[in-house]
Each structure stands twice: as structure tokens, then as C-alpha cells.
């Protein structure tokens, strides 16, 4: 309880660096520069800069600038943009090394190939894109101009959806028979007026809780899906604007080796007789020859996660694990969040090191391929692709 307790604490409260370590920090730190006010640049970008040596909170651009300067203030970005040029003002300051993109999902496209176009490695906000086609241009444009950029899948550099990933490819369980994930959010977590529902912003439970649960069974199961089997989606209210704009969806799909994935998630699980507000579901679990293994907590395991191994057979026994930091030379801390071990690795990769994982190009694009699939085959349709042009005689 007292380690729990200890890391909830620290969680919020990171242990700030010393004084003389934030003055050494401007010799070579990475001046990251935020597009817009989202609601979770502070927990992605701003508490875990405090404690990385190499990252400075430069800049924040808003669409208002009295907000721009509120919202720096507010969480110690040295300087602001705002207005209507704020954004590419932004991209334009060569000061800015990094840009984090948590804008909306329909606009992560535009403002990524811009901050590309103006030099900047990006960090940027899952889903990466609302289709493969886009997400596939911002890695052939990073490529080109040998850019680091990252679709910001933070889960996936925790240790615990590792260790979940470590005893699969073990072995200790035999082949992978079925892999189910579920991921739901109480009504209210995304309000009315939430970009989460409109259609043009790229909204959609299938988009939002649903693109972890097709990247979590892909990465479990160590391969691609080939058809998408059955796929089911309820609209988030009866009115025309909301018609391709999912609230739940279920999904079976085949991946390679005969493995089935069963995936849900629902953006707005209603309450008990309407009073009782549900606890979200956030497990993923694993059928395997010999056993299963069950990650409860999959997606934000700094809080808290188990992680339940029952092997079968005479004399196998049931096991419960956890894991907060790596074992061995890997660097972390108990209450490091995914998003702090994710900060590592993306400014590993920008520096030059090799990072403890990665999420790769080809991964980002297949991840959006089967999203769009299980929205063709649930009738919902792909989220509208961005109206912003690339020109190549721009570079
Ligand atoms: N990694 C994670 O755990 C999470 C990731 N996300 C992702 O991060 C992104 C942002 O989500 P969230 O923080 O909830 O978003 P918010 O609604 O809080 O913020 C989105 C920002 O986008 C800007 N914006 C620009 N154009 C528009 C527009 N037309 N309509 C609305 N906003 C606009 C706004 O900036 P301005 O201030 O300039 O007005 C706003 O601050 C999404 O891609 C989401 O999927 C979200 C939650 C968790
Ligand atoms: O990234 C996210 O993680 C948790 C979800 O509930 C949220 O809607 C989403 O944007």
C-alpha cells in the first residue's frame, strides 16, 4: 500500500531536477514547441520534461493568444504563440527543435508534414492520422528529410505490456490462439462538444480507445491481421452529424497464424440504472495453447496493473505479476509514467542513442490500414482525408 500510495504521489509530483542540472540542460536539450492547449500536453509532455536533463519546454502555440500566454505561464513554456499564424509561427521559430502534435486526429496530418516541411522531428498524438495513405506520406517526408517522427502509442514503452509481450514470445505458453481486448470509458469522459465526436476532426470510438486496441493485439500477437471477420459499431447519438461517428464497436478479426482477435471499446459505457457510473474496462487477454496470460490495465499501468499467467497442466500454477521499472540496465523509476518512459526513448532516438523500443513506420501505417478496415466492414466509413497538399517543389 505505501508503494502504491509512493507512486501516486510521484506520478503527480515528479522529484524536479536540481537548479545546476536545469542550467547544464540548455547545452544540448531539445527545445520542444506544443501545437494547441490539449488537455493531455501536461501529462504527455510537460510533467515528464521535469525530469528529463534533455528536454526544454521552449514554446506553446494556441489559436488565441491570451490563452497561448495563460497556458505557458501556466506550465512554464518560455515563450508563446497565438492568433491565427500561432502555429506555423511555431514551426517557423528556429529555435523550436521538437513539435508535439495533440491537436485533433483530422488535423495531425496537416500540422505533422508542415512541422516536417519546417525541419522539426515530431511527436505526435495516436491516432497518427485518420488514414494509412497519410500516415505512410509523413514517413516517406521523414524519411526524405531524416526527421525522427513518432506516433505517440505511449503503452508500448512501459514495462509492464512488455513483460506481457516477453512471456508470449517465451514460449512458456505455446501459440497464441486468441487474443481479446476491451477498452471503455464511462459516459461523461468525453463530454458533448468533445472532438472525440465530430466526424471531421476525425472522432469515433473505433479512432479513439479502438486504435489501442487494434496496436495492442497486433503487438501481442506479434503479426498483422488479414481480414477483418465481423465488425459492429453503434453511433454516438441518432442525429445526422453523428451517423459515421462511432460510440462503441466490436470487432473479430484473423490475424496471421491463426491467431483470432476479438477487440471493444466504448467511448461512453452508460451508468448503472442510469445513476451507478461503470469502471472502465482496460484488459487484454491472451488464449494460448498452453495457458493464458491477462494484463489488466494495459493502457496507463503506472497507476496500477497485474498481470495474471495460468499455465496449464499438472503441477503449473497460477501466477500474478507487476512491473513498474525493467530488469536489468534499462533506465527508469516505480513511478515513471508510460509517458515518461516514452519521452526517453523519443528523445534516445532524436539524439542519435538506440532507444529502450520503438514504434516503427511500417507499424503507425498498418495500425491506421486496420482501423480503416474494421470502419469498412462496420459501414462507419474512414475519417475524411485531410484537404492539405503537399507540394514537393516546397521542400
Ligand atoms: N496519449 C494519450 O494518452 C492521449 C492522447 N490523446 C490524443 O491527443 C489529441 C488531443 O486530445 P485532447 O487532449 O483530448 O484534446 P483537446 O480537445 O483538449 O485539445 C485539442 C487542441 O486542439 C486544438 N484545435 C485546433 N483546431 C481545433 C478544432 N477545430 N477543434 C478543436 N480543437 C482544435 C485546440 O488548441 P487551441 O488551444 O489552439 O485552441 C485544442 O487545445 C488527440 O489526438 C487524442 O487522440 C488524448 C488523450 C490521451
Ligand atoms: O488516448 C486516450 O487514452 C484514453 C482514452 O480514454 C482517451 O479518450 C484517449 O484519447
Known amino acids: 500500500m505505501g508503494a502504491f500510495l509512493c507512486r501516486i504521489y510521484h506520478i503527480s509530483n515528479p522529484p524536479k531536477l536540481e537548479p545546476t542540472n536545469h542550467t547544464e540542460r540548455k547545452l544540448k536539450a531539445l527545445r520542444f ?46 515563450k508563446s504563440y497565438g492568433g491565427e499564424t500561432g502555429y506555423q509561427d511555431l514551426i517557423d521559430d528556429p529555435d523550436v527543435d521538437v513539435v508535439y502534435n495533440p491537436l485533433p486526429n483530422g488535423l495531425h496530418f496537416e500540422w505533422t508534414m508542415k512541422a516536417l516541411k519546417g525541419g522539426k522531428h515530431v511527436l505526435l498524438e495516436k491516432p497518427a492520422t485518420n488514414t494509412a495513405a497519410e500516415a505512410a506520406a509523413i514517413y516517406a517526408l521523414a524519411g526524405r528529410k531524416n526527421l525522427v517522427v513518432l506516433e505517440a502509442f505511449h503503452y508500448r514503452f512501459h514495462p509492464a505490456v512488455q513483460r506481457v509481450k516477453a512471456i508470449l514470445d517465451s514460449g512458456e505458453l505455446g501459440a497464441i490462439k486468441n487474443i481479446s481486448v476491451d477498452l471503455t470509458a464511462p459516459e461523461g469522459t468525453a463530454p458533448e462538444g468533445d472532438i472525440r465526436w465530430s466526424y471531421d476532426l476525425g472522432g469515433g470510438s473505433t479512432m479513439d ?17 488479414t481480414a477483418v471477420l465481423t465488425a459492429r459499431a453503434i453511433p454516438y447519438s441518432p442525429r445526422p452529424e453523428h451517423a459515421q461517428v462511432d460510440k462503441t464497436f466490436w470487432a473479430t478479426l484473423a490475424l496471421e497464424n491463426d491467431i483470432i482477435g476479438e477487440l471493444h471499446s466504448n467511448l461512453s459505457e452508460p451508468k448503472i440504472f442510469g445513476i451507478i457510473p461503470r469502471m472502465p474496462k482496460l484488459q487484454a487477454r491472451v488464449q494460448c495453447e498452453k495457458g493464458s496470460v491477462e494484463i489488466f490495465n494495459f493502457l496507463i499501468p503506472h497507476y ?75 459501414g462507419f466509413g474512414s475519417r475524411p482525408a485531410s484537404k492539405y497538399v503537399y507540394h514537393e517543389d516546397a521542400e
Request: charged share 25%; proline share 5%.
Open 33 to 78: 514547441g506544443c501545437l494547441g492547449a490539449a488537455k493531455i500536453t501536461p501529462a504527455v509532455l510537460v510533467r515528464p520534461a521535469h525530469t528529463h536533463s534533455e528536454v526544454v519546454l521552449y514554446a506553446v502555440a494556441t489559436r488565441d493568444a491570451k490563452r497561448a500566454e495563460a497556458y505557458a505561464k501556466e506550465h512554464g513554456f518560455q
Open 209 to 225: 480507445p479502438g486504435c489501442y486496441t487494434v496496436n495492442v493485439l497486433r503487438y501481442l500477437a506479434s503479426s498483422n491481421p
Open 304 to 378: 496500477y496493473h497485474y498481470i495474471t499467467v495460468k499455465p496449464k497442466g499438472k503441477g503449473k500454477r497460477r501466477r500474478v505479476e507487476k512491473a513498474y521499472t525493467f530488469k536489468g540496465a534499462a533506465k527508469g523509476e516505480e513511478w515513471w509514467t508510460t509517458y515518461r518512459y516514452q519521452l526517453e526513448a523519443f528523445v534516445d532516438k532524436v539524439q542519435g542513442r538506440t532507444p529502450q523500443t520503438w514504434v516503427e513506420p511500417e507499424d503507425t501505417i498498418a495500425n491506421m490500414k486496420w482501423v480503416e478496415a474494421i470502419y469498412a466492414k462496420d
